[in-house]
């Protein structure tokens, strides 16, 4: 066999148990899945108002510009 690899939704918890039965008869191995990433970005949208975050872009470039004076 090519060792090919195949996704599976389990629908019950049985259904694993059986799997890993026919891993320990060498038929099959199971390999867990990677997370899958979710695209940052989106993961944290909306997740402040708009105001919100004009405010503290407003008091970040406050905070650069006092650095940049001379005193």
Same mark, same amino acid.
């Given at each position: 066999?090519?060792?090919? +690899?195949? *996704?599976?939704?389990? /629908? $019950?918890?049985? &259904?694993?148990?059986?799997?890993?039965?026919?891993?320990?008869? $060498? /038929?099959?191995?199971?390999?867990?899945?990677?997370?899958?990433?979710? =695209?940052?970005?989106?993961?944290? &949208?909306? *997740?402040? *108002?708009? *105001? +919100? &975050?004009? $405010?503290?872009?407003?008091?970040? $470039?406050?905070?650069?510009?006092?650095?940049?004076? =001379?005193?």
């Amino acid at each position: 066999m090519d060792g090919r +690899t195949i *996704s599976i939704e389990l /629908l $019950n918890e049985d &259904a694993l148990t059986l799997l890993h039965q026919l891993e320990k008869l $060498n /038929l099959i191995r199971v390999v867990p899945q990677k997370p899958i990433r979710q =695209n940052t970005k989106r993961q944290w &949208a909306g *997740s402040i *108002s708009k *105001s +919100t &975050a004009v $405010n503290m872009l407003d008091y970040l $470039n406050e905070s650069r510009n006092e650095w940049e004076r =001379n005193i």
